[in-house]
């Protein structure tokens, strides 16, 4: 029988956690804290990464020169990385490059090692790697040195077959290990930053956290062992051999400061506050300096009502990451309601426009029911006859694992999501899932969102900032058009084309309309560290988008009367 910790936050404060013998049938699906330290999580654990890492540099004795040229050559790759993903529109020129430049770097990279230097950095790798390096035969990010493991390790194709396949079911036992399931306290009020850094310091937590590592590191050692048992005795002891003398694995942090660290992995995980206040932590957080004032309101008068769900797990709110969105919005004359109340007849009644954004099936992208239906059928049906009798939705959903929490109400307005993440490197900038629609490649659809009410109104360039693609109702407009090049990559399926598709649909239904969006940043203005992304990107405009989005909803654009 497995054991559940439940970590409780009551009225801001914590109380130590609750050990139950199993889960009541009626509680809701547990956030997640994931432990995700080297040596509790399998990772990729590339050269130029673990190269630049102090533990790393001090293990392998580097000298001062040698760090100083490791910085060197690291900052100049990505600089030249950088400047091609802006200049090449070709993707088979752009994979060229990027293979081209990785070899060179790890050229670069091992000429400043000596012989001993190297052995260890691949030593290290592989440890970090553990299981995961066995699925990666033939990948060139996986691969040690070429050639890869498997090439070393001289496995046949039933031995690969089998080791693949204990290493990808073995990473998800792992990491189920790895996770402290979270409850949150329906009745008391939301936690915050100050009560989640008392609780990470609790000795409750760090005890129930010590625990989860043993019992993750167990799995992990559980997996390598199987691993072990589909080789050959000389195939295990060139296993041994390349794996070398333990490293410990835990020097390997992402963050000097544990505790700030476990802080804000459950502020990211229970979507606190949505990192707008002040405390970057390295999670997305709105951007505090972006300009949310409009020159010309929409209305100045009347105020259409604008009800801004946070009543489903919304990884964006309208105090949160979507407060800029949300300001923006009211400062154009609406009059902007958070409702934290499930959709009913009764409060669908006192709005003309419901924005949802990133709604969850629990609260945490983590979580094991994050992917559920965020909505009951019940609150389907409520939605679906409030729009038909005039309301108007904006359905925000993004990529795994937000698309399959939308999906049941994305349907029943016969819109069809892929749930994954699209990319396309021939119209992408900074990315190849960061896409871009111009007037130029042809990707902004005609209709009046993309029109406005005069030229200064009118969009031309929009970027997206890794979403999923979408296909609209017969009758609806793709306003966001995907071009023949886009590929949708889902959880566990291959790559399809998305050609044909959308990020952006529009249509009427009955006497209402709906927009629906497969990216949520290109609404916002958020920071991930000092990076920009959404309506605080210089020269696009996502800004005028998301204006001229609710002025179709709320009639001043096309007016009801004149709508097609």
Not at 167 to 182: D, H, N, S, W
Not at 325 to 339: H, Q
Not at 434 to 440: A, G, I, N, P, Y
């Amino acid at each position: 029988m497995r054991i559940l910790i439940a970590i409780t936050f009551v009225v801001g404060s914590v109380v130590a956690p609750a050990v139950r013998a199993q889960k009541p049938p009626d509680a809701p699906p547990p956030s997640s804290y994931q432990l995700t330290d080297f040596g509790v999580m399998p990772r990729p654990a590339f050269r130029q990464v673990l190269l630049t890492l102090p533990a790393v540099q001090e293990e392998l004795k580097l000298t001062d020169s040698q760090k100083k040229e490791v910085e060197t050559t690291v900052n100049q790759r990505l600089k030249k990385m950088q400047t091609a993903r802006r200049e090449l529109t070709s993707r088979r020129k752009s994979m060229e490059f990027r293979e081209a430049l990785m070899k060179e770097l790890e050229a670069a990279l091992r000429e400043n090692l000596e012989p001993s230097q190297r052995e260890r950095l691949d030593q290290i790798q592989l440890q970090a790697q553990g299981p995961l390096a066995f699925n990666g035969a033939g990948s060139a990010q996986m691969a040690l040195v070429d050639p890869d493991l498997a090439k070393r390790l001289k496995l046949t194709d039933d031995q690969i077959r089998r080791t693949q396949t204990i290493a990808e079911e073995g990473t998800r036992e792992i990491k189920k290990a790895a996770a402290v399931p979270i409850l949150i306290d329906s009745k008391a009020s939301a936690p915050t930053r100050e009560s989640i850094r008392r609780f990470v310091e609790s000795p409750e937590f760090k005890a129930t956290k010590r625990t989860t590592r043993e019992a993750a590191r167990n799995a992990w050692t559980n997996v390598v062992r199987r691993i072990e048992d589909v080789l050959t005795e000389s195939q295990r002891k060139a296993y041994h051999e390349m794996v070398g003398a333990p490293f410990d694995l835990s020097k390997l942090r992402s963050h000097e400061d544990a505790t700030a660290e476990d802080a804000e992995i459950v502020v990211s995980t229970l979507n606190v506050g949505g990192g707008d206040d002040g405390n970057s932590g390295g999670g997305q957080r709105a951007d505090p300096d972006f300009d949310t004032k409009v020159a010309r309101p929409a209305y100045t008068s009347k105020h259409p009502r604008v009800l801004f769900d946070e009543a489903h797990n919304n990884f964006h709110a309208a105090g949160g990451r979507y407060k800029p969105f949300a300001e923006l919005v009211a400062n154009d004359g609406y009059k902007i309601t958070p409702s934290k109340d499930k959709f009913t007849a009764e409060r669908l009644s006192t709005g003309n426009v419901l924005i949802i954004a990133n709604a969850l099936g629990a609260a945490g992208m983590g979580s094991p029911g994050a992917s559920d239906s965020a909505f009951t059928k019940a609150e389907i049906d409520v939605v679906h006859d409030w729009v038909q009798a005039g309301g108007s939705l904006l359905l925000i959903t993004d990529h795994a694992p937000f698309g399959s929490a939308a999906e049941s109400l994305a349907k029943r307005f016969e819109v069809d999501m892929s749930k994954g993440f699209t990319s396309d490197p021939e119209n992408s900038e900074g990315g190849e899932t960061s896409l871009v629609f111009t007037r130029k490649n042809n990707l902004l659809g005609d209709h009046p969102i993309t029109r406005g009410r005069d030229d200064s109104e009118r969009i031309n360039r929009v970027q997206t900032f890794t979403g999923q693609s979408l296909k609209g109702p017969v009758g609806s407009v793709a306003i966001l058009k995907l071009a023949d090049t886009a590929v949708d990559e889902g959880v566990d399926e291959k790559p399809k084309s998305a050609a044909g598709r959308a990020q952006g649909v529009a249509f009427a239904f009955g006497k209402g309309r709906v927009v629906v969006l497969g990216e949520a940043a290109e609404m916002s203005a958020q920071l991930i560290g000092n990076e920009r992304f959404g309506m605080n990107v210089k020269g696009l405009d996502n800004r005028q988008l998301a204006l001229n989005i609710m002025h179709w909803l709320s009639g001043l654009l096309e007016p009801r009367g004149d709508a097609k």
